[in-house]
């Protein structure tokens, strides 16, 4: 939701969420849980393909356009035939622009047009929605870590390496790319002063990285300046994340 509202604000887009018929309650109960591993089609059918096809339908929509690409397709059921980029499904036609673009494509796009990447955008996950619940029964949180870093830097890709081979969600934030030294060490005072400052102040704890954030907490860093051999630890992390 928070990602939505930051490509609404972006964009200014004209927005309506729809909702699936049966509550997450309600499809682990008829169809147990975890069905987004134990049948990622239906899932996918059940939590996004009818809302999509009941909003549509409500305003007599005749075609569509989509980032649906070729990658994404083993996680869907469409019954017949292979995936074009103009075809007629449910009475609607289909307007694939993205299908066959490649993840190197779409990072490109981002990158030149500085938009925001989706926060559960990692290699784990097939889709954003199994990421989301996933990512909340696995860690019992309702954000994604964000991992301030900067080109090259070995702490922070220590860091990425160690949440990706955890399962842990996160999204990097390049302070050479998306974000600068200033808007990180505001972020950090404007939601945490009280933490920082009880940790010897922005001049102590914001001018080293990775700097990770958990939603409007800001976790601080995992690199110990003074220890140039650290290594990370899922124990290092989960104190942060437990403060």
């Known amino acids: 939701m928070a990602y939505m509202a930051q490509m609404d604000e972006l964009l200014d887009l004209n927005l ?7 509550s997450v309650q309600e499809m682990n109960a008829q169809h147990g849980e975890k069905l987004w591993v134990t049948n990622p089609k239906k899932y996918n059918a059940i ?3 009818e809302p999509i096809l009941r909003g549509l339908s409500a305003v007599g929509t005749e075609a569509m356009l989509s980032g649906f690409r070729a990658s994404h397709a083993s996680q869907y059921d469409y019954g017949h035939g292979e995936l074009k980029r103009f075809e ?15 993840d190197t494509q ?12 989706h926060p559960l955008s990692f290699p784990k996950w097939e889709t954003h929605g199994m990421a989301s619940e996933a990512a909340i029964q696995q860690l019992n949180v309702n954000e994604v870590i964000e991992v301030y870093s900067a080109q090259g830097c070995k702490f922070s890709l220590q860091v990425q390496d160690f949440l990706q081979s955890s399962e842990m969600p996160f999204t990097v934030l390049e302070l050479d790319i998306d974000w600068g ?5 505001y972020r950090a005072m404007k939601c945490c002063r009280h933490d920082v400052e009880a940790k010897g102040g ?6 080293q990285l990775p700097q990770l954030f958990l939603g409007n907490r800001w976790l601080g860093s995992t690199h110990d300046a003074n220890d140039s051999t650290y290594p990370v630890s899922l124990h290092k992390i989960k104190r942060l994340l437990d403060a």
């Not at 309506?16 to 049966?22: E, M, R």
């Not at 289909?94 to 299908?99: E, F, K, Q, S, V």
């Not at 922005?202 to 001018?207: A, G, Q, R, S």
């Open 16 to 22: 309506t969420v729809l909702h699936p018929t049966l």
């Open 47 to 49: 939590r996004k393909i």
């Open 88 to 102: 007629k499904r449910n009475g609607i036609v289909n307007i694939l622009p993205l299908l066959h673009w490649t």
């Open 106 to 117: 779409v990072d490109h796009y981002l990158e030149t047009y500085r938009l925001p990447r």
């Open 181 to 185: 030294w200033k808007d990180l060490q």
């Open 202 to 207: 922005p001049h102590k704890n914001l001018v």
